[in-house]
């Protein structure tokens, strides 16, 4: 796929998936039709040129295929003996995906909440509704999951055909219902946001754009359940986090890993709104479980982003907050997280020590973090080889080029 079309696919698949069903309601057809448009793309844009508003081109052939498939398929019911069937059929399922429109205006929202419908499983759920949202690859949401691929493409598979089969509406449900669904929203939002800012391929260190319309995502459903402390805590921690995007790369476009970056770049308005919500009565004394998870994090995240400085990093107190979120949540990622901490605060041959058991499968990340202490640790040799293990499963360009700098650094 040119690099162009990659980019305006990742950037707006959502959207565009949005902005289609909120008109034809056909999930079936919208996704073929995008699909049919971006094999278009890939055809005529080496040589006709890239046009100047992509998403509207690729919009605008997605919308002309369905039009040609609800025409072919009209024409086949007319034709057919059980065609009053099934355009009463048809037209019930249409009217059952119909949506008010009272509640909020929001039509990625909408797809999340389609696609969190308690019908289909938690994890189906998400993993469906970050295909739709960002069109991630499958792979890149295997990743997300730590599954491999073909068990991912099989799961969203058989969540689109739920959705499809059931007349899943393409709406936000009622009030009162919008509880039962926060705890999926939040974590498919948390997700999404992991996406963009931790990109696990393509060029950019962090895909801002995507990361933000997460941010914005979880920013309107807090709205929505402004008391509800699982939001709250994540509201917080994706700010804290996004605050620090225009640091995380040069102006070359190359990684800047967190110690070196310039702290004027931050966005001190989004850190203050973040640190003002962890302050919150809902988020005081003890919280449910979900919503711990995400204010331990946020904690971390405002452990960073309140230090005047990188040495002023209070790195045994985040050791701490994730011995708590290790209990709660005792993930992978949050494992290594902790060996980076525990790195910093007493060492790096102790920060290896707690890296010992830690797996991400598919992932250089636990190659990258060993490297780096291996380095820290005066064991050049060992680094040299655990960068190279690193760099061949690294997908990320920036991040692939900061590890072949590190490597290049060490010698070896």
């Not at 790369?249 to 850190?271: P, T, Y």
């Not at 003002?276 to 452990?303: I, K």
């Amino acid at each position: 796929m040119p690099h162009d079309l990659d980019a305006v696919v990742r950037e707006e698949w959502g959207r565009l998936v949005a902005l289609l069903l909120a008109r034809f309601r056909r999930l079936d057809l919208v996704e073929d039709a995008l699909g049919d448009a971006v094999e278009a793309a890939a055809r005529q844009w080496p040589g006709d040129g890239v046009p100047e508003r992509p998403a509207a081109w690729l919009l605008t052939v997605a919308r002309r295929r369905i039009i040609d498939r609800l025409r072919a398929e009209a024409v086949a019911q007319r034709s057919h003996a059980l065609v009053a069937t099934d355009l009463d059929r048809g037209e019930q399922t249409v009217r059952a995906m119909a949506d008010p429109g009272d509640l909020v205006e929001d039509d990625l929202l909408r797809l999340v909440l389609m696609c969190t419908h308690p019908a289909l499983a938690d994890e189906s759920a998400s993993a469906l509704a970050l295909r739709l949202v960002l069109g991630l690859p499958t792979r890149d949401v295997a990743r997300l999951f730590l599954v491999t691929e073909p068990t991912m493409a099989a799961r969203i598979t058989r969540a689109k055909k739920k959705i499809v089969a059931a007349g899943i509406p393409f709406a936000v449900p009622r009030r009162d219902v919008l509880p039962g669904r926060m705890e999926a929203v939040a974590r498919t939002a948390y997700l999404a946001f992991t996406a963009g800012y931790a990109p696990g391929d393509g060029p950019d260190p962090v895909r801002v754009r995507l990361a933000g319309e997460a941010v914005r995502l979880v920013r309107t459903v807090h709205e929505l359940r402004p008391q509800d402390p699982t939001v709250t805590a994540l509201l917080a921690l994706v700010l804290l986090q996004h605050s620090r995007r225009d640091a995380r790369s040069d102006g070359e476009g190359r990684l800047v890993l967190l110690a070196d970056q310039d702290r004027d770049r931050w966005h001190h308005d989004e850190i203050d709104e973040g640190v003002s919500l962890l302050r919150s009565p809902e988020l005081t004394g003890v919280v449910p479980e979900p919503a711990a998870a995400y204010l331990l994090q946020a904690l971390v995240a405002a452990e960073h982003a309140t230090a005047p400085d990188p040495a002023s990093t209070r790195w045994s107190r985040i050791v701490g907050l994730y011995d708590r979120l290790l209990v709660i949540d005792p993930s992978p990622s949050a494992a290594l997280a902790r060996a980076v901490a525990v790195g910093e605060a007493h060492g790096p041959r102790a920060g290896l020590a707690e890296l010992a058991g830690v797996d991400l499968p598919g992932s250089h990340r636990v190659l990258a973090v060993r490297a780096e202490l291996l380095a820290r640790a005066g064991d050049a040799a060992a680094a040299a080889t655990a960068f190279d293990d690193a760099i061949a499963l690294c997908r990320n360009e920036a991040e692939r080029s900061h590890l072949v700098r590190r490597r290049e650094a060490i010698g070896g």
